[in-house]
């Protein structure tokens, strides 16, 4: 399923007005620009994504801030005739598992402020949470994916995505459910954001969402970047779709495992108005790609924005220290390496493209990426609407990995 792309497209292309800056401002040339606006464009021509939102700063400078395709009426199943709706800069996107970062850097601040200690166990702060055997898991091993809990004991009637709206609920269910990988690797899609955000809540008095706005987005001026999306924005949030192909075995087995739904039903209920009204830390954050980038370089900068000190530089080092070694993700089924709370590059390649040991930041369904690299002294963000697993549009994605990376060396 691909979505139809016009032989020429600057129509489709939008760029933030007086943003980017000159290149050699960035200690790139035009030549290196160039490349890498070209390996944008061949991604978006793989046809897998309806828009692709990419912004790139890089000695904190703005390289790139500009949106290519739509936010709605391309899809790979909408007709020729569908009302389009351009993707722009400002349109917010839903960054799906990208949203982990925000949350473990929440919880390295809350920790930062002494309000809890991540060597300390989950039960301390959420007695109910030491059920079947979960007693000793702490808060790091939870920021780490080494919780033991990637999945929660459901019946398979509740297997919805709707049960994510229901927050109480979630969290009954996660703690009655006994460990399933203790101390091993295995990500946890939705389970570990739940976990973490209820110790925080408990700890705080609040919710999330207001420490979200206290500690990151009034400080660094963001205009979104919340749990859900206020309705008065929902007429801006670009849509997403499902593309690429098919989805099947043992792909579609390793994908439902993760999400405790199949895939196709993940993408729809993203777009539902009760998706955008719920807070589901692990999952719903809406941004900008000049948001996500601007939060990656504020760590950059160790943890300044705007002349304030959002975190000490201490808890930026712990929070991209790395937890044991690279190995198979027993729930993903590839190899990675966490640190509390962001998933890292690798040599000879990683996530964030090849030759990337010290890029940390993390991935989002399927193929949004935050990262920031201090040996490239950049900070990226790439946000795309198809939800895509397989198809051609990954050789597109790591030919601009790579261009990104030479040209930034």
């Not at 989950?122 to 059920?131: D, I, N, R, T």
């Not at 079947?132 to 920021?143: E, N, P, R």
């Not at 530089?313 to 089924?333: F, K, N, S």
Request: aromatic content about 8%; overall charge positive; charged content about 20%.
């Amino acid at each position: 399923m691909k979505v139809r792309v016009p032989r020429d497209l600057h129509a489709i292309t939008t760029i933030a007005d007086d943003v980017e800056h000159d290149a050699a401002r960035a200690g790139l040339s035009v030549a290196d620009t160039k490349a890498i606006w070209s390996a944008l464009k061949g991604l978006y021509r793989s046809g897998a994504y309806p828009g692709v939102a990419f912004t790139l700063r890089r000695h904190g400078q703005v390289v790139f801030n500009r949106t290519i395709g739509h936010a709605e009426g391309n899809g790979p199943a909408d007709p020729v005739d569908a009302p389009k709706r351009l993707l722009t800069p400002a349109t917010p996107i839903c960054l799906f598992s990208a949203s982990k970062a925000v949350t473990a850097v929440l919880i390295h601040k809350l920790a930062e402020d002494g309000g809890i200690r991540l060597e300390e166990r989950v039960s301390h702060y959420l007695p109910e949470f030491a059920q079947a055997g979960k007693q000793d898991t702490t808060v790091s091993d939870v920021l780490a994916h080494r919780g033991g809990f990637p999945m929660m004991k459901i019946r398979a009637a509740d297997k919805k995505v709707e049960l994510m709206e229901d927050w109480d609920r979630v969290i009954q269910l996660i703690c009655a459910s006994p460990p399933t990988a203790t101390r091993q690797q295995a990500y946890h899609a939705m389970t570990g954001g739940f976990i973490l955000a209820e110790v925080l809540k408990r700890v705080t008095g609040a919710p999330i969402t207001d420490y979200l706005d206290a500690q990151i987005r009034k400080p660094l001026k963001f205009g979104h970047f919340t749990y859900g999306i206020a309705k008065k924005h929902w007429p801006e949030v670009a849509l997403n779709y499902e593309a690429g192909a098919p989805v099947r075995f043992p792909l579609s087995t390793v994908a439902e495992r993760a999400l405790f739904v199949p895939f196709p039903e993940v993408v729809r209920a993203s777009n539902t108005s009760s998706f955008r009204q719920a807070v589901i830390p692990a999952g719903n954050i809406y941004a900008t790609a000049d948001e996500l980038s601007r939060f990656f370089q504020m760590l950059l900068d160790g943890g300044t924005a705007h002349g304030k000190q959002i975190l000490k530089p201490e808890t930026v080092a712990r929070l991209r220290r790395p937890v044991g070694r690279i190995g198979i993700d027993r729930m993903l089924m590839i190899p990675l390496q966490y640190s509390e709370g962001m998933m890292l590059g690798a040599r000879p390649a990683g996530l964030y493209g090849p030759d990337t040991p010290e890029a940390y930041g993390h991935l989002g369904f399927m193929n949004i990426l935050g990262w920031a690299d201090p040996s490239r002294h950049l900070s990226a963000a790439l946000l795309t609407t198809g939800k895509a697993i397989l198809g051609t549009h990954l050789i597109a994605l790591s030919r601009l990995l790579a261009v990104i990376n030479g040209r930034c060396a």
